[in-house]
């Protein structure tokens, strides 16, 4: 099977045919992962942000059995359904009071793209086509399909590779007030003037409250927040939230906004919606702006097939409740006093450049690019599942991961962190 894998199958952001081969899961449970050899791992990236719970989870699993039972899905397009009409509810009741329109799509990256139609319409609709462009910030991350890529780090992004095809924005300076960090005024000096210079033609401002995540796991001030939603007022320019990877008590609020107490125009969620369990995504916004959208007869212009899908949202709502029953901050803020203790002793080393630590997520950057290829073995090795990416040595466990599981994911980085220094 990895043979044909190696030749046939595409894996994310990487060659055809690699030279190392795919770490092979058989099955999931809890926070661990099955190898082939029936050797378990703990997950500590929960599959990228999203298996909160862990896996393979009853109430999770009998709310899809359920829902299959039923029908695994139904066309959006003029027919709707329970399990969409539940799920709306909640994201509307747990999200800022504003937000009372949502519309559901199948990942984070067409959630992006939703919140971007969004607010062009919602200028161009009310006559104003000169708002075409959107204000991001470098080392900023939000999916990979072309909007969404537009409104990336253009450095890290992947703006080489597709410029002449890419929409061009314009781009702030990345939040350099860390999280604790005492407030400067010069830290929202560009954003401030970036937006004085070109709101005429800026439909809305995009950015992930609190952690820029796959861009460079970078944890900033909620002032910094605070400010872009003050000025984005000012000028009457949208402010569009991602909070794909920090939405659902990743960061020890229910959604990173509230670190800084500020209120989107639109809010994307995706990742951690179904606890990991399948693809759905939604993106929140306020009727002021469907108003505006909606504007001489206009409507939004998008409808995927898998729209609403029934099966994803009812794992959703199941997901939802269980999240909601159960003490997550405090979990969440267990796991940040936890990561905080153990992970300080990787300061020690020569090549840590900086550890971060909010809520359940975990950063070590080092200050040279990691080696994958020989890294992963060494963590599987340790027993944990981590896929580090450029210099960043980084874990989001699952909420229900134990005292033991993640002082088991702390002392992995640690070894093999210190054995890398060793070996270069
Ligand atoms: N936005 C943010 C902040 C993300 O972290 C991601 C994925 O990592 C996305 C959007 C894209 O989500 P998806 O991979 O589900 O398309």
Redesign the pocket.
């Given at each position: 099977m990895l043979e044909y894998d190696r030749e046939h199958i595409l894996h994310p952001y990487a060659p055809s045919n690699p030279s190392i081969d795919m770490t092979f899961v058989r099955s999931a449970r809890g926070v661990y992962l099955e190898l082939e050899d029936g050797k378990k791992i703990i997950d500590g990236m929960s599959s990228?942000?999203s298996v909160i719970h862990g896996y393979n989870v009853e109430a999770l699993n009998n709310a899809a059995a359920e829902q299959l039972s039923k029908m695994s899905h139904v066309m959006f397009g003029g027919i709707t359904h329970e399990p969409a009409i539940k799920l709306a509810k909640t994201l509307i009741d747990i999200t800022d009071d504003a937000l009372e329109r949502v519309f559901f799509s199948?990942?984070?990256?067409?959630?992006?793209e939703v919140a971007l139609k969004m607010a062009f319409q919602y200028w161009s609709s009310q006559g104003n086509s000169q708002k075409s462009k959107i204000l991001a910030f470098y080392k900023?991350?939000?999916?990979?399909?072309f909007g969404?890529m537009s409104v990336c780090d253009p450095v890290t992004g992947m703006h080489s590779v597709f410029e002449k095809i890419l929409h061009k924005n314009i781009f702030a300076e990345a939040p350099g007030c860390a999280y604790d960090e005492a407030w400067d005024d010069r830290y929202i000096a560009d954003f401030a003037s970036k937006l004085e210079q070109h709101h005429r033609e800026i439909a809305a401002v995009i950015l992930?409250p609190i952690v820029?995540?796959?861009g460079g796991m970078r944890i900033y001030s909620p002032r910094f927040l605070k400010e872009v939603s003050a000025l984005c007022d000012a000028y009457d320019v949208l402010l569009i939230l991602?909070?794909?990877?920090?939405g659902f008590g990743r960061t020890g609020k229910l959604f990173a906004y509230e670190h800084a107490g500020v209120s989107p125009d639109i809010l994307?969620v995706?990742?951690a919606l179904t606890g990991g369990y399948m693809?759905l995504?939604a993106t929140l916004t306020t009727k002021k702006v469907m108003a505006g959208v909606e504007s001489n007869g206009n409507v939004l212009m998008h409808g995927p097939t898998f729209m609403a899908n029934p099966l994803a949202c009812s794992v959703a709502n199941a997901s939802l409740a269980l999240l909601l029953d159960s003490p997550w901050q405090q979990r969440v803020l267990a796991i940040e006093a936890q990561l905080k203790a153990e992970l300080a002793a990787c300061n020690d080393l020569d090549i840590v450049k900086e550890v971060r630590v909010l809520g359940a997520i975990g950063v070590v950057e080092l200050n040279r690019d990691v080696d994958l290829a020989w890294m992963t073995p060494k963590f599987i090795e340790n027993g944990v599942w981590i896929r580090p990416f450029l210099n960043l040595v980084y874990i989001m466990p699952p909420y229900v991961t134990s005292r033991e599981e993640l002082t088991q994911i702390t002392q992995a980085i640690h070894a093999v962190i210190k054995e890398f220094e060793a070996s270069r």
């Open positions: 990228w942000w199948d990942s984070g990256s067409v959630s992006v900023g991350y939000h999916g990979d399909t969404a992930e820029q995540g796959a991602d909070e794909v990877a920090t994307c995706g990742k693809s995504a």
